[in-house]
């Protein structure tokens, strides 16, 4: 078994779940979410403006870390790498898919749900998992749960996250970090209001800074 690679590290602990459907949009996003705080992004393959929106900010914006989302099969770890990404999550996880992030040396954080399926990706060598869909396993209250008997493992949760709730989850000593869709909302990637995410970066930097102080 090979070690995963760890994460680059982010300067905030929040993480933008995006779906890019026109891949114009994805320099002037990068750009407007560092300019509000954010140097990490998630790029999902949902949409297949996404291999190429990754290509266009890794080339383009080199202070944004730019990685791919929704990564749920084996071929696409080659083709997320290709394209330049620096890291990789996915909802689940199969022995297969860890195999092939590790092989290509891939920073990977493997979603989970159960305890049983911590344990194994913490057998295959994982200590962050993204906890997926975090909301609907049973949010804060999982995650305390799961600080029990699994304390040595970290977590992302990603799924109903929120500005109203951002900060409780960041507080819980075994989440790293939280990811969600609310900073880029569909209608203003379309309307191309690059003025208004940069304004939700900016306040998911403050609730973030303010429960790390907390
Ligand atoms: C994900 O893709 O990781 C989640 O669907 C994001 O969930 P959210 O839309 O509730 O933030």
Same mark, same amino acid.
């Given at each position: ?15 933008? #779940?995006?779906?890019? /459907?026109?891949? +114009?949009?994805? &320099? ?15 790029? /999902?393959?949902?949409?297949?403006? %996404? ?18 989302? /929704? #990564?749920?099969? #084996? ?13 990789? @999550? ?12 590790? +092989? ?11 305890? %049983? ?9 994982? %200590? @962050? ?8 396993? !049973?949010?804060?209250?999982? @995650?305390?749960?799961? =600080?029990?008997?699994?304390?040595? #493992? ?9 500005? =109203? ?9 075994? &989440? ?6 609310? @900073? ?10 690059? !003025? ?15 429960? /790390?102080?907390?």
């Amino acid at each position: 078994m090979t070690t995963p690679v760890a994460l680059p590290a982010f300067t905030t602990r929040v993480l933008p #779940v995006i779906v890019i /459907t026109d891949v +114009a949009q994805a &320099v002037p996003l990068a750009e407007a979410l560092l300019a509000g705080g954010i140097d990490a992004m998630e790029i /999902t393959l949902r949409h297949v403006a %996404g291999l190429p929106a990754i290509e266009a900010v890794a080339r383009a914006v080199p202070d944004m870390r730019v990685g791919a989302g /929704t #990564v749920t099969k #084996v071929h696409e770890v080659e083709q997320v790498c290709n394209a330049g990404a620096g890291f990789a @999550l996915s909802p689940g996880f199969t022995p297969e898919l860890l195999d092939a992030v590790q +092989a290509a040396s891939l920073p990977f954080v493997p979603g989970v749900m159960t305890p %049983g399926e911590v344990m194994r990706a913490r057998e295959l060598g994982f %200590g @962050l998992m993204k906890l997926f869909p975090a909301e609907q396993a !049973g949010g804060i209250g999982m @995650l305390r749960a799961l =600080a029990g008997p699994l304390g040595d #493992v970290r977590f992302c949760p990603t799924g109903g996250v929120s500005p =109203a709730n951002l900060a409780d989850f960041l507080k819980q000593p075994n &989440v790293a970090m939280v990811g969600g869709s609310w @900073l880029t909302p569909l209608e203003a990637l379309q309307a191309r209001d690059w !003025g208004r995410i940069t304004a939700l970066a900016r306040q998911a930097c403050e609730l973030a800074a303010s429960a /790390t102080a907390a």
